[in-house]
């Protein structure tokens, strides 16, 4: 990530997840905390990496626009996000003084949202986004019903049917390094796609050129010293070798976003998955392998460890579960 160097090694694993064959060995770098797989996989081994079995390759179901809001959940997302489009500085009659006031409120928000994240800005002007491996599809739909005209990539093929036979949207197959859109992108976005592609800073380089002026970055980004990995070590989900090649720590995104030629980055840390990979963590300590572990409910201790993580995010500690990344481009 920051190219400084040396880096030690920190430890190695078995794929916890899903048991693709190998052990895969972590270097951590000790001027940007950053953490990646070395030896690093060459681009032929990363389809083995995504067994039959991996998330994005079940038939969900097509996703049905609006279909659990009732009217007047439909009308309460209307005004929030007509609140987040407008400009702040003019004479708010009844209709936008609700919106705003409903915007303030955070889970009327992240609803309006479809729990994405707060990051991610309307769009006016450039409509046209990029998600990066949208895995099962449902962050596209839900950008849809934003309004964005959402485009997808993944180099996974049947990865990429599922997605788009869900979302309704396009998905194109092929390496992101190699997409040249004819038009430019208002947004892109990915979560938690960035630490499986093997190149990451040439790809951010990559992304600024594909976003129009003005057009936005958002990623979200599993954190290496998030409180699972501080409680559970190489058991957290964090890692999931050998799927996750790169894990770049917050100052290490801060800065190479800066140098990539972005603006107004924002970088901040979110508990959100905290009982959830907690709970993970902690059935895998207790034995229990494989997807079984992954489906664990937080109860009782991760739920402690939610609430003990959501009050350090509070007070200014990064050690939520997901680094969440915004910046705009030119
Ligand atoms: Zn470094």
């Known amino acids: 990530m920051c190219r400084h160097g040396p880096t030690a090694f ?23 905390r950053s953490f990646f797989q070395n030896p690093i996989a060459v681009d032929d081994d990363l389809p083995r990496y995504y067994p039959e079995d991996y998330f994005t390759h079940d038939d969900l179901g097509a996703l049905k626009p609006g279909g659990s809001s009732g009217p ?18 003019h004479s708010l009659d009844l209709r936008e003084r609700c919106g705003r006031l409903l915007h303030a409120i955070g889970f009327v928000r992240r609803r309006a949202l479809f729990g994405l994240v707060d990051e991610l800005g309307p ?23 934003l309004g964005w005209k959402v485009t997808g990539i993944d180099l996974d093929a049947r990865a990429a049917e599922v997605a788009a036979a869900r979302s309704g949207c396009e998905v194109v197959v092929g390496s992101i390094l190699d997409h040249r859109p004819r038009e430019p992108y208002g947004l892109i976005y990915g979560s938690h796609s960035i630490e499986h592609v093997p190149r990451i ?8 050129s594909l976003l129009g002026a003005g057009g936005q970055l958002v990623l979200i980004v599993p954190n290496p010293w ?8 190489p058991l957290s989900v964090v890692w999931d070798p ?29 508990s959100r998955r905290a009982g959830h990979y907690c709970a993970i963590a902690r059935a895998r300590r207790l034995g229990t392998s ?31 579960e997901e680094i969440i990344v915004s910046a705009t481009a030119g």
């Open 290 to 320: 494989g997807v079984a572990a992954w489906n664990t409910r937080a109860t009782g201790a991760p739920r402690v460890v939610q609430a003990t993580e959501t009050l350090l995010v509070h007070l200014g500690v990064e050690v939520g």
């Open 226 to 233: 998030s409180l699972s990995t501080r409680f559970y070590g």
């Open 123 to 145: 769009p006016v002007g450039a409509d046209r986004c990029l998600e990066l491996g949208p895995g099962t599809g449902d962050d596209m739909w839900r950008l849809a019903q």
């Open 72 to 89: 007047l959940q439909a009308l309460v997302r209307r005004l929030v996000l007509e609140s987040r489009s407008r400009p702040r500085d």
């Open 242 to 270: 050998p799927r996750h090649l790169t894990l770049p720590s917050v100052r290490a995104l801060r800065a190479l976003l800066g140098e990539t030629g972005f603006n107004r980055v924002r970088v901040r840390t979110s």
């Open 201 to 208: 800073r040439e790809t951010v380089t990559h992304l600024h």
């Open 10 to 32: 920190s430890f190695a694993s078995v794929d916890l997840l899903h048991g693709v064959p190998g052990i895969f060995a972590y270097d951590n770098c000790p001027s940007c």
